[in-house]
């Protein structure tokens, strides 16, 4: 049973920073490509980092300078540095794996930015 929880959500101050962690179970998470994405109240999902199993890791431009994403395959976890946090990023995280045609998500973590 593949299983990715994520942790480390919460409320934070802006210009604050958070650190979210997806942990993974039931799939060789070392060979898979693995995302965080996040959805806004009335608006879609959308994609913020990704990181293959290999090479380059991407940002969206609204992520790029402030957001940071790793993985640490020895512990099977995805993480997500968050800084400099802004009202907008305001959402629910959700962690993403994918392998070929095979894909699963997170139940996702609560981010809100406020003062």
């Known amino acids: 049973q593949v299983q990715l929880v994520e942790s480390g959500g919460g409320l934070v101050q802006p210009g604050g920073s958070l650190t979210l962690s997806c942990a993974a179970s039931?799939?060789?998470?070392?060979?898979?490509?693995m995302g965080w994405y996040r959805q806004a109240p009335g608006k879609q999902r959308e994609l913020v980092a990704i990181?293959?199993?290999?090479?380059?890791?991407n940002y969206a431009d609204s992520a790029r300078g402030r957001f940071t994403i790793s993985r640490d395959n020895a512990k099977n976890t995805l993480y997500l540095q968050m800084n400099s946090l802004k009202p907008e990023d305001t959402a629910v995280y959700y962690c993403?794996?994918?392998?070929?045609?095979?894909?699963?998500w997170g139940q996702g973590t609560q981010v809100t930015v406020s003062s």
């Open positions: 993403y794996a994918q392998l070929g045609l095979r894909d699963y």
């Open positions: 039931g799939i060789r998470f070392s060979l898979y490509a």
């Open positions: 990181i293959p199993s290999r090479g380059s890791t």
